[in-house]
């Protein structure tokens, strides 16, 4: 990629955070509820409910306020929760670690599990096993990720309790680690019993997160390997005694990538916004549950913080899936 494409998506990337700092700003100033009066005690008077305006800014215009926080915000101070009276940039380096490897868990699992499965269908073509996987799959593509959550707890957590239902690693087990990347720290210094009870934390909010990525990656890898069988240098393959599998694995499958990446970077980060509700099911400590109580407590600062982090994470994936394209297709680069 070169020097002017770097630029180009550099400030692509800083005038899409920008926009979506003004519409979330916005947005929270135009809807109905006032944080200082959830926050404030029945007896308090109206020199206090002042106090709490200014100490939080408040008090201001519209325009001004957006202008502070702009100002503040580009010094590494996202101002501090309402709620929870803590810096909101601590909070969220406190709890992204966690929603990041419960994503990327998520995405290995949909990754490995989908295109080994594609691949299956597609040898297995014309058969009952094809059609069988294709009716499969499309069950596993109308289900969302909520619903798969709720299922899995009434399953795996209550008629078959095989794993734990809420949190990251056992209460006991908390203070065992130097860092907020608990599966990534337990498996690098080789705590096998660590990483042993946090993956079975992860199980479930995993599955339920991968399925639906998953079965976008069937169809999607599927179809692109059926198209690529149909092109002439795999019919001169075969002719030439190339075996079926060799045939999908070796030739099809590379052209097949392309597509496939491009769908699954931006399915990608759909699951990300959808760990939101499935961390709140599963009671995971992420940001995605911190988002919910910031909602509900009506915590402007910590709201504004939360959407400006998957913001910033939704353009990272995007550049991303730009550099892994440009890498599997030469013939994607551009200046």
């Known amino acids: 990629m070169s020097v002017t494409g770097i ?5 692509m990337a800083a005038v899409t955070l920008f926009g979506v700092a003004v519409i979330v700003f916005c947005l929270l100033r135009i809807v109905p509820g006032d944080p200082i009066a959830m926050m404030i005690s029945p007896g308090a008077s109206a020199d206090d409910i002042l106090a709490l305006r200014v100490k939080y800014g408040l008090d201001s215009s519209i325009p001004v306020q957006f202008g502070v926080w702009i100002r503040e915000m580009l010094t590494g101070d996202f101002g501090t929760s309402i709620s929870l009276k803590r810096p909101v940039l601590s909070l969220l380096m406190e709890r992204l670690p966690a ?8 995405l290995v699992f949909g990754v490995i599990g989908g295109g080994l ?14 059609s069988f996987i294709d009716v499969l799959n499309g069950l596993f593509l109308a289900v969302p990720d909520f619903v798969w959550a709720l299922l899995l707890v009434l399953v795996l957590g209550v008629a078959f309790p095989v794993f734990p239902t809420s949190g990251r690693v056992d209460p ?36 339920a997160l991968g399925l639906p990525l998953a079965a976008v990656i069937i169809r999607t890898l599927k179809e692109a390997l059926n198209e690529a069988m149909l092109q002439d240098y795999v019919l001169l393959a075969r002719l030439k005694g190339m075996s079926e599998t060799r045939l999908v694995v070796q030739e099809t499958l590379r052209n097949a990538i392309g597509p ?3 769908l699954t970077g931006v399915q990608f980060t759909f699951m ?12 995971y400590p992420g940001i995605g549950n911190m988002a919910i109580d ?4 009506r915590d402007l600062p910590l709201i504004q913080g939360i959407v400006l982090m998957f913001g910033l994470i939704f353009v990272l994936i995007n550049i991303a899936i730009d550099l892994a394209g440009n890498f599997f297709n030469p013939r994607l680069k551009h200046g």
């Open 7 to 11: 630029f180009n998506r550099a400030v």
């Open 99 to 106: 929603t990041l490897e419960l994503a990327f868990a998520a």
């Open 117 to 130: 499965i594609a691949i299956l269908a597609t040898l297995a073509r014309r058969t009952a096993l094809e």
């Open 172 to 207: 006991s087990l908390s203070g065992d680690f130097a860092t907020n990347f608990y599966l990534l720290e337990s498996l690098v210094t080789l705590r096998f019993s660590l990483f042993t009870n946090v993956l079975s934390h992860m199980v479930m909010p995993v599955l």
């Open 260 to 262: 496939t990446l491009t």
């Open 272 to 283: 990300i916004g959808g760990t939101v509700i499935v961390e709140r099911i599963f009671s």
């Open 294 to 297: 910031a909602v509900i407590n």
